[in-house]
């Protein structure tokens, strides 16, 4: 079994910055794709940002240029360091990752729980 724990929301104004954290553990063979991902109040879950195993980035239209993404391959961790927040960032931030758990098993998808970012103008 796969675990996720995110951590770093919380309350920031305009213009300000957080950074969120994710750490993987449990059963992990390989990672492949980890990501943020953050749903809005009324609105769709969106990606935020996501990163492969080569190093691919990949970010969404509305924080690219404000938004990084990093892994840390030995520690399973994938960070965001999100800077000049808006109010339009406020969310819950969702930790994905694709991996697989041993030779046994297919690549599958975890899910973190989730944590609140509120950016107050």
């Known amino acids: 079994q796969v675990q996720l724990v995110e951590s770093g929301g919380g309350l920031a104004q305009a213009g300000g910055s957080l950074r969120l954290s994710c750490e993987a553990s449990?059963?992990?063979?390989?990672?492949?794709?980890m990501a943020w991902y953050r749903r809005a109040p009324g609105k769709a879950r969106e990606l935020a940002a996501s990163i492969d195993s080569s190093g691919q980035m990949k970010y969404g239209d509305s924080v690219r240029g404000r938004f990084t993404i990093s892994r840390d391959n030995a520690k399973n961790t994938v960070d965001l360091q999100m800077n000049d927040l808006t109010p339009e960032d406020t969310a819950v931030y969702y930790c994905?990752?694709?991996?697989?758990?041993?030779?046994?098993?297919?690549?599958?998808?975890?899910w973190g729980q989730g944590t609140q970012v509120t950016v107050s103008s």
């Open positions: 994905n990752i694709n991996v697989r758990p041993s030779v046994s098993s297919t690549w599958i998808n975890v």
């Open positions: 449990g059963s992990i063979l390989a990672i492949h794709t």
